[in-house]
């Protein structure tokens, strides 16, 4: 829950209501169905990680930029 607490330092408000949102409700769903805590913490940090690069890819023009100026010629 931590990291959860760290990644709304991290992304902007536009960002933390609907992806956080989708983090906390599959972190409840795996304890819920009584998943063990190592398992949760570990799913939780990769998700984690993928919502970072998710947020990097759609901030980031030069990840697509150069792609696209190659396509274009």
């Known amino acids: 829950m931590r ?4 990644l709304t330092w991290i992304l902007p408000d536009e960002f933390q209501e609907e992806w956080l ?3 906390r409700e ?3 769903t795996l304890i819920i169905k009584g ?3 190592w398992l949760v913490s570990l799913k ?3 998700w ?3 919502l970072i690069w998710s947020f990097w890819c759609v901030t980031s023009k030069n990840l697509v930029s150069p792609i696209r100026n190659k396509l274009d010629r």
């Open 35 to 37: 998943s063990p805590q």
């Open 21 to 23: 949102g989708d983090l």
């Open 3 to 6: 990291l959860i607490s760290l």
């Open 26 to 28: 599959r972190r409840y």
């Open 48 to 50: 984690s990680f993928d």
């Open 44 to 46: 939780t940090v990769m």
